[in-house]
């Protein structure tokens, strides 16, 4: 029975901690690229831009603070059916509370808009020797 809940504790915390990362890293950061590529950055001394990296904060805090908790559960010798869902709503609650929030981020700070998939053609109409309906 304890295997059990081990296993399933595990992952549901696995889970949590992938959708939200995947809520930082995919929702944010598709189609919004940084205004200076690596090389960029290190040509430039700008190494870290402050408007667009803030996005990689929460992931870090996420791994800092879900790492931190299971070393201080395991020296506690608190079991796992107990901290592990203490550990997923830490990292849920830190994925939806650490800004920017996703309509900040994607009208207000430092980024490179491109299109996914489709061409400006085809999205906006403009330069289509189409007639327009």
Not at 29 to 54: C, E, K, N, Q
């Amino acid at each position: 029975m304890r295997a059990d809940a081990v296993g399933f504790t595990n992952i549901c915390t696995a889970g949590v901690f992938a959708i939200s990362l995947f809520r930082h890293g995919g929702l944010y950061l598709l189609g919004y690229h940084p205004p200076l590529s690596l090389p960029g950055r290190f040509m430039t001394g700008r190494w870290i831009i402050p408007a667009y990296d803030v996005v990689f904060v929460a992931p870090g805090i996420m791994i800092l603070a879900s790492a931190t908790a299971a070393i201080g559960f395991a020296n506690w010798n608190v079991p796992i059916e107990i901290s592990g869902p203490i550990i997923s709503a830490l990292v849920a609650f830190i994925a939806w509370q650490t800004p920017p929030g996703l309509n900040r981020w994607r009208l207000t700070d430092e980024h490179r808009i491109v299109h996914l998939g489709a061409s400006t053609v085809e999205l906006t109409g403009v330069g289509s020797s189409k007639p327009s309906s």
